[in-house]
């Protein structure tokens, strides 16, 4: 028995999640894309360009590749002479560079 609220185990006869108050079900409910997790994240390229960001992540939607433009907002980049960094989830990082290098980016 699982509680779908919070996914923990619980031996049979009980009916109710003692943390969450929701009723137990069979068997473990499956991960959904609302779940919370941990992803380490590393930077692979940064760049001022708002085509570059724009190219480089209409490429990594088509390839699934799951990243993130940290200070993308080009007010920041333009007026506060910041830049925006490339994130990569860690297991995906050598895949994302060498599509970049494949499109010129390293």
């Given at each position: 028995m699982f509680c779908p609220k919070c996914g923990i185990e619980y031996r049979e006869g009980f009916y109710k999640c003692a943390d969450c108050g929701v009723d137990?079900?069979?068997?473990?409910?499956?991960?959904?894309?609302?779940?919370?997790?941990?992803?380490?994240?590393?930077?692979?390229?940064s760049t001022y360009n708002q085509g570059d960001i724009a190219f480089i992540k209409s490429v990594f939607d088509g390839e699934e590749i799951k990243y993130y433009f940290?200070?993308?907002n080009s007010n920041l980049m333009v007026g506060g002479g910041s830049?925006?960094?490339?994130?990569?989830?860690?297991?995906?990082?050598?895949?994302?560079r060498e599509i970049l290098q494949d499109l010129g980016f390293l």
């Open positions: 137990l079900v069979e068997g473990q409910p499956p991960d959904t894309e609302d779940d919370v997790r941990y992803v380490e994240m590393v930077e692979i390229f940290q200070g993308e830049y925006a960094r490339l994130l990569v989830k860690a297991d995906e990082a050598d895949r994302a």
